[in-house]
């Protein structure tokens, strides 16, 4: 679950109550940090204030729309744009919801459980299915590269490598790096991890 707001009050408290919900939250404080946390995470939802100094909400919305697609539920909660037509530009721009932010915390876990049921389909694990370009991807992921570095490496797009890493999740049932490459070892469908060379030598300094 992302949060990207300036607000650090109101992000914070709105984090608190997601968390007591049982969501693992990941907070932003501007555009910038949003796209690159997302990218990272791979979040479930997103949930946006619209100023967001570098990047505005809108260009966030339509950046993650257009690299995690449509399983990515997105939400504005915003208490500087308020009017109608703001919603209505939200809404049109990709949004699955908008909210402001005189609403309780009660509503927007609610619409939050709704949009995220109505957008994310039943995790169903097919490890063996991944293509060869998607193992490619996914070899590259485990060694810390970024979608831009990946992109680079195999001569397509970051779109394309946002449309692979989408297929890894949804055919591995995760929504994160970390939980995909966690599955990839288990699964062996990536060779093990090689030992640390300097394991022994920070195990005889920790006796």
């Not at 914070?12 to 995470?41: I, N």
């Not at 609403?103 to 709704?114: D, F, K, Q, T």
């Amino acid at each position: 679950m992302l949060i990207a707001d300036p607000d650090v009050e109101a992000r914070t408290c709105l984090a608190g109550v997601l968390r007591d919900a049982g969501f693992h939250v990941v907070e932003a404080s501007d555009g910038s940090e949003a796209v690159a946390k997302a990218r990272e995470c791979w979040p479930v939802a997103a949930i946006l204030e619209i100023p967001l100094g570098t990047i505005c909400g809108y260009e966030v919305c339509r950046t993650l729309r257009a690299e995690l697609g449509p399983e990515l539920a997105i939400i504005f909660l915003s208490g500087a744009r308020t009017e109608s037509f703001d919603r209505v530009a939200g809404l049109l721009i990709g949004a699955d919801d908008y909210v402001t932010k005189a609403s309780a915390p009660g509503e927007v876990l609610a619409r939050l459980r709704a949009v995220t049921h109505r957008t994310r389909p039943t995790a169903v694990a097919s490890t063996g299915r991944l293509t060869r370009r998607e193992h490619e991807v996914l070899t590259l992921l485990s060694e810390g590269l970024r979608w831009g570095e990946i992109a680079e490496r195999l001569v397509i797009s970051p779109k394309t490598v946002a449309t692979h890493t989408e297929h890894i999740r949804r055919k591995l049932g995760v929504t994160s790096r970390a939980e995909a490459l966690a599955v990839a070892y288990r699964e062996q469908l990536l060779p093990p991890r090689p030992p640390d060379p300097h394991a022994p030598e920070l195990a005889h300094r920790r006796g």
